[in-house]
């Protein structure tokens, strides 16, 4: 097969005009659900979303203006304070715990 078009003044190769499309990427396929709360109509339900989802549509008023309505809490390992709480500020300095403020000690 030819690669050149001849109906052209000057000979051009078909190989040269082909755009590449770029592979497909990798598709996240992790997901969360729990309760989500609508910010303007109140209305809540159970969502389940991509995780890094932040703003839900609200299946009652069609708003964007739906939330997670708790904490994400993801399956697997993870750290308590002595005072039994699980949430800790982080900083460009420093970890702590947002209940009692003992510093997170990673011994």
């Not at 708003?63 to 994400?72: D, F, I, N, S």
Request: aromatic share 10%; glycine share 6%.
């Amino acid at each position: 097969m030819n690669n050149y078009c001849s109906n052209l003044e000057h000979k051009v190769n078909i190989m040269d005009s082909i755009i590449p499309f770029p592979c497909k990427q990798e598709v996240n396929d992790e997901h969360l659900s729990g309760i989500a709360k609508c910010l303007s109509c109140k209305h809540e339900w159970i969502y389940v979303a991509p995780v890094g989802t932040v703003w839900l549509e609200c299946p009652a008023c069609t708003l964007l203006m739906g939330r997670l309505a708790g904490p994400v809490d993801r399956i697997g390992y993870s750290w308590e304070c002595n005072c039994g709480n699980e949430l800790f500020k982080i900083t460009p300095k420093e970890i702590y715990c947002i209940c009692c403020g003992v510093p997170y000690n990673e011994n």
